[in-house]
């Protein structure tokens, strides 16, 4: 099935091929002119004065302890409406967030001619009229591709004309007659500031296309359907989705999530894909469940799934009576997580029952497969973690993560044998694409590294034989000759090997004397997987060293990885990220109090607790949509994600253990008067995530209580979400402001 997670998650690793396009860079001529009078004594540049925001103080009493939140006011009231239409936000904070974006950009004035350099660069790394490989469904092949200078893509088909296995029609050939529109998205991205897509599917009788549009960056989606026969959009949008729907496989209906007024996918409806009245099918009344929606491989059963972090439950509607109720395939028990297929005569489950912590494959052959029918199809090997697993009619294939890296394994259905897609890098990341077709022996996969831009392969499950169809381009030129990428590992306080990526020109010195970035998130499970980004080659170009630190609280040595980061042991994570930090000194990679730590929403928690733990170790520090408000984030229940999260942090309306926990690290909580480094702190005024206040209120406090006079700068998009900004070129703008500040930041201390 597929899913849409709804997590805490900002991910800066590779950009894929649909983000490449082309741009040059001209350095302004100097100009010839006579010699000019001697200049008077030149003044020096009055400094930005940094705003200073008001101290409200609010009392807050919770479970007998008495805590101060001078900032609490950030918070406009009204926030659930800002979310929908951030013109609605209270005057005085707009006020106030316009002020932080004019000092932030007054502050690093003298860095505008380098992020154009480095925009420019990242730019030029892109293909600017990319496209995917198109992926074949029936009579037509489906893909996405860029014109020159659009900021979203068109998503269009053609006519099947190639059999799945033969080599990719060469980009010289012009397909165009025969293509067939069916979304322009920089077409319609022209009538709003902020534009995004949620799921884009073509229905499975291929008549009808639907898509989900945001226009706010608060993912509150409409999704629209359109007659590929006519052209014409159909009447009477869907309202008030999550962005997550599916056809049934009689292409009659549309089932879609809808988002509640505290943007929680909480209910399931049925309507007809031409338009009619929406049906409930499933109403979830726990807060903390968040639904998705989709279909199994098989095509015979449309799925719904509820779970929050450690729990889940599945339940299926037969295809064949897409009108049914659903029933449930094992009722939800505390800290038992399962995901289902069905493989014609057999589902399959992955599942961590019976206390598999990285999870196993069980198979039911029942017609209803409830817990007491599964039996152990891939048994349990701790320290594997078996990822995701997906079948074919003649086939199943697993994904699975050790130390790190991740393979792939096929299963042939005939005999049950297996064998391995296997790289030989030292650092890498393979992704299996499912595809729309089920009887097939083909499955696509993507390949790539740090030093090596993406492959997207075919591979005959049957006969082993693979096609490489498409090679990452960049225009700009690369050659992974010039470039070494390293797998380090950092022993943690409690001895733990913790795995290090690092990137580097070949010929960078490791004397300590290369500026240092070092990346990470660790949190919710997700691995920060060693792929090739066009934007880490901008500070590798430049001498510096690029480490991504593989931190306890992600998955990247097994779901036990993440079990040991997270709720009471979530210290774990950042005396990792120290220890990377600490280990790649010692050897050369950087030096102390000169490296720039860098991580994003939950990532951007990492970074507010390493910032108030060592603040001698960073030249600067960046938190992108920083999750830095826990405690009082996760004692909030009207925002989005508080009620799912609790398996995750703790439950500090409740549980005195959770809130001392919490409260001993939060990084808003615990600034007090240190020397910190300069900071620079990013949001969007549209985020339902992370909240535009809790990196307001971070800064401030951090100007506040610092003693060392450095500079903390916030910087708001006004127009968008969690995301940042949602054209492909306008995003590279925002992470070339990061990049400037921490050339800027790192030079302060040379």
Same mark, same amino acid.
């Given at each position: 099935?597929?899913?849409?997670?709804?997590?805490?998650?900002?991910?800066?690793?590779?950009?894929?091929?649909?983000?490449?396009?082309?741009?040059?860079?001209?350095?302004?001529?100097?100009?010839?002119?006579?010699?000019?009078? /001697?200049?008077?004594?030149?003044?020096?540049?009055?400094?930005?004065?940094?705003?200073?925001?008001?101290?409200?103080?609010?009392?807050?009493?919770?479970?007998?302890?008495?805590?101060?939140?001078?900032?609490?006011?950030?918070?406009?009231?009204?926030?659930?409406?800002?979310?929908?239409?951030?013109?609605?936000?209270?005057?005085?904070?707009?006020?106030?967030?316009?002020?932080?974006?004019?000092?932030?950009?007054?502050?690093?004035?003298?860095?505008?001619? /380098?992020?154009?350099?480095?925009?420019? =660069?990242?730019?030029?790394?892109?293909?600017?009229?990319?496209?995917?490989?198109?992926?074949?469904?029936?009579?037509?092949?489906?893909?996405?591709?860029?014109?020159?200078?659009?900021?979203?893509?068109?998503?269009?088909?053609?006519?099947?004309?190639?059999?799945?296995?033969?080599?990719?029609?060469?980009?010289?050939?012009?397909?165009? =007659?025969?293509?067939?529109?069916?979304?322009?998205?920089?077409?319609?991205?022209?009538?709003?500031?902020?534009?995004?897509?949620?799921?884009?599917?073509?229905?499975?009788?291929?008549?009808?296309?639907?898509?989900?549009?945001?226009?706010?960056?608060? =993912?509150?989606?409409?999704?629209?359907?359109?007659?590929?026969?006519?052209?014409?959009?159909?009447?009477?949008?869907?309202?008030?989705?999550?962005?997550?729907?599916?056809?049934?496989?009689?292409?009659?209906?549309?089932?879609?999530?809808?988002?509640?007024?505290?943007?929680?996918?909480?209910?399931?409806?049925?309507?007809?894909?031409?338009?009619?009245?929406?049906?409930?099918?499933?109403?979830?009344?726990?807060?903390?469940?968040?639904?998705?929606?989709?279909?199994?491989?098989?095509?015979?059963?449309?799925?719904?799934?509820?779970?929050?972090?450690?729990?889940?439950?599945?339940?299926?509607?037969?295809?064949?009576?897409?009108?049914?109720?659903?029933?449930?395939?094992?009722?939800?028990?505390?800290?038992?997580?399962?995901?289902?297929?069905?493989?014609?005569?057999?589902?399959?489950?992955?599942?961590?029952?019976?206390?598999?912590?990285?999870?196993?494959? *069980?198979?039911?052959?029942?017609?209803?497969?409830?817990?007491?029918?599964?039996?152990?199809?891939?048994?349990?090997?701790?320290?594997?973690?078996?990822?995701?697993?997906?079948?074919?009619?003649?086939?199943?294939?697993?994904?699975?993560?050790?130390?790190?890296?991740?393979?792939?394994?096929?299963?042939?259905?005939?005999? *049950?044998?297996?064998?391995?897609?296997?790289?030989?890098?030292?650092?890498?990341?393979?992704?299996?694409?499912?595809?729309?077709?089920?009887?097939?022996?083909?499955?696509?996969?993507?390949?790539?590294?740090?030093?090596?831009?993406?492959?997207?392969?075919?591979?005959?499950?049957?006969?082993?034989?693979?096609?490489?169809?498409?090679?990452?381009?960049?225009?700009?030129?690369?050659?992974?000759?010039?470039?070494?990428?390293?797998?380090?590992?950092?022993?943690?306080?409690?001895?733990?090997?913790?795995?290090?990526?690092?990137?580097?020109?070949?010929?960078?010195?490791?004397?300590?004397?290369?500026?240092?970035?070092?990346?990470?998130?660790?949190?919710?499970?997700?691995?920060?997987?060693?792929?090739?980004?066009?934007?880490?080659?901008?500070?590798?170009?430049?001498?510096?060293?690029?480490?991504?630190?593989?931190?306890?609280?992600?998955?990247?040595?097994?779901?036990?990885?993440?079990?040991?980061?997270?709720?009471?042991?979530?210290?774990?994570?950042?005396?990792?990220?120290?220890?990377?930090?600490?280990?790649?000194?010692?050897?050369?990679?950087?030096?102390?109090?000169?490296?720039?730590?860098?991580?994003?929403?939950?990532?951007?928690?990492?970074?507010?607790?390493?910032?108030? /733990?060592?603040?001698?170790?960073?030249?600067?520090?960046?938190?992108?949509?920083?999750?830095?408000?826990?405690?009082?984030? *996760?004692?909030?229940?009207?925002?989005?994600?508080?009620?799912?999260?609790?398996?995750?942090?703790?439950?500090?309306?409740?549980?005195?253990?959770?809130?001392?926990?919490?409260?001993?690290?939060?990084?808003?909580?615990?600034?007090?008067?240190?020397?910190?480094?300069?900071?620079?702190?990013?949001?969007?005024?549209?985020?339902?995530?992370?909240?535009?206040? =809790?990196?307001?209120?971070?800064?401030?406090?951090?100007?506040?209580?610092?003693?060392?006079?450095?500079?903390?700068?916030?910087?708001?998009?006004?127009?968008?979400?969690?995301?940042?900004?949602?054209?492909?070129?306008?995003?590279?703008?925002?992470?070339?402001?990061?990049?400037?500040?921490?050339?800027?930041?790192?030079?302060?201390?040379?």
């Amino acid at each position: 099935m597929k899913s849409r997670p709804d997590r805490r998650t900002f991910i800066l690793t590779s950009l894929g091929a649909s983000f490449m396009t082309q741009a040059g860079f001209a350095a302004t001529p100097s100009e010839t002119l006579k010699e000019p009078p /001697l200049p008077a004594p030149a003044k020096a540049a009055a400094q930005p004065v940094a705003p200073s925001p008001a101290r409200k103080p609010f009392e807050i009493d919770q479970l007998g302890h008495k805590r101060i939140d001078p900032y609490h006011w950030i918070k406009d009231d009204n926030w659930q409406a800002v979310l929908r239409d951030p013109g609605l936000i209270r005057a005085d904070i707009k006020a106030a967030l316009i002020e932080e974006n004019a000092y932030s950009a007054a502050m690093l004035e003298s860095t505008k001619g /380098l992020q154009d350099e480095i925009f420019n =660069e990242m730019k030029g790394r892109i293909k600017e009229d990319d496209a995917s490989v198109p992926t074949a469904d029936g009579p037509w092949e489906y893909y996405s591709r860029f014109e020159k200078g659009a900021q979203h893509p068109i998503i269009a088909r053609r006519p099947r004309t190639k059999g799945a296995f033969e080599a990719a029609i060469p980009s010289t050939e012009d397909t165009r =007659e025969q293509e067939q529109i069916l979304l322009n998205e920089d077409e319609r991205a022209k009538t709003s500031d902020f534009y995004e897509t949620s799921d884009a599917q073509h229905s499975p009788d291929h008549t009808l296309f639907a898509w989900g549009e945001d226009t706010q960056g608060s =993912e509150y989606y409409k999704v629209y359907v359109r007659d590929l026969a006519t052209g014409d959009i159909l009447p009477n949008p869907i309202e008030n989705c999550d962005g997550g729907f599916t056809f049934s496989p009689d292409s009659k209906y549309i089932f879609w999530t809808w988002r509640d007024e505290n943007s929680r996918p909480a209910k399931v409806y049925r309507r007809l894909a031409r338009g009619g009245k929406d049906v409930l099918v499933y109403d979830e009344k726990d807060d903390g469940f968040f639904l998705s929606i989709g279909t199994l491989s098989s095509d015979a059963f449309i799925s719904i799934g509820a779970g929050n972090h450690e729990t889940s439950e599945t339940w299926l509607i037969p295809a064949a009576t897409p009108e049914a109720w659903p029933f449930v395939v094992e009722p939800r028990h505390e800290g038992i997580q399962y995901d289902i297929d069905h493989w014609d005569d057999r589902f399959i489950i992955r599942t961590n029952a019976d206390d598999a912590i990285d999870f196993k494959l *069980m198979v039911s052959t029942a017609d209803k497969p409830a817990r007491a029918t599964w039996s152990d199809l891939v048994p349990h090997h701790p320290g594997i973690y078996v990822t995701g697993s997906g079948v074919y009619k003649r086939h199943m294939i697993r994904v699975e993560r050790e130390n790190a890296n991740t393979r792939i394994v096929i299963t042939r259905k005939a005999d *049950m044998t297996e064998h391995f897609i296997n790289v030989a890098e030292e650092a890498y990341a393979l992704g299996a694409s499912g595809g729309y077709e089920y009887d097939t022996d083909i499955i696509r996969y993507t390949y790539t590294s740090p030093t090596t831009p993406a492959q997207t392969l075919d591979y005959n499950m049957e006969t082993r034989d693979k096609v490489l169809r498409k090679t990452q381009i960049i225009p700009s030129g690369h050659n992974p000759k010039d470039y070494i990428a390293r797998r380090l590992y950092a022993t943690a306080p409690d001895g733990q090997q913790v795995p290090i990526t690092a990137l580097m020109r070949a010929d960078t010195k490791l004397d300590g004397s290369a500026p240092l970035l070092l990346y990470g998130y660790g949190s919710y499970g997700m691995p920060m997987d060693p792929g090739f980004s066009i934007r880490s080659l901008s500070l590798v170009n430049r001498g510096w060293v690029y480490a991504i630190a593989h931190i306890r609280g992600g998955s990247e040595k097994g779901y036990g990885w993440f079990l040991d980061g997270r709720k009471y042991k979530k210290m774990n994570t950042f005396t990792d990220f120290i220890a990377c930090a600490e280990s790649l000194c010692d050897a050369g990679y950087g030096t102390r109090g000169k490296i720039v730590a860098y991580g994003g929403s939950a990532g951007g928690m990492l970074m507010g607790a390493v910032t108030n /733990l060592r603040p001698d170790l960073w030249a600067g520090v960046i938190g992108a949509v920083p999750f830095v408000d826990v405690l009082n984030t *996760m004692s909030d229940t009207s925002l989005p994600l508080t009620p799912p999260e609790w398996p995750e942090w703790g439950n500090p309306l409740e549980d005195e253990e959770a809130y001392n926990y919490i409260a001993s690290y939060s990084p808003y909580d615990n600034i007090s008067a240190l020397a910190y480094p300069p900071v620079l702190a990013t949001g969007g005024l549209s985020d339902t995530r992370v909240t535009y206040w =809790e990196p307001m209120k971070w800064i401030a406090a951090l100007r506040e209580k610092s003693t060392s006079g450095a500079p903390m700068l916030l910087k708001i998009n006004m127009e968008a979400g969690h995301g940042g900004a949602s054209g492909r070129f306008d995003f590279l703008k925002e992470i070339a402001f990061d990049y400037a500040f921490a050339i800027w930041a790192q030079e302060q201390q040379a």
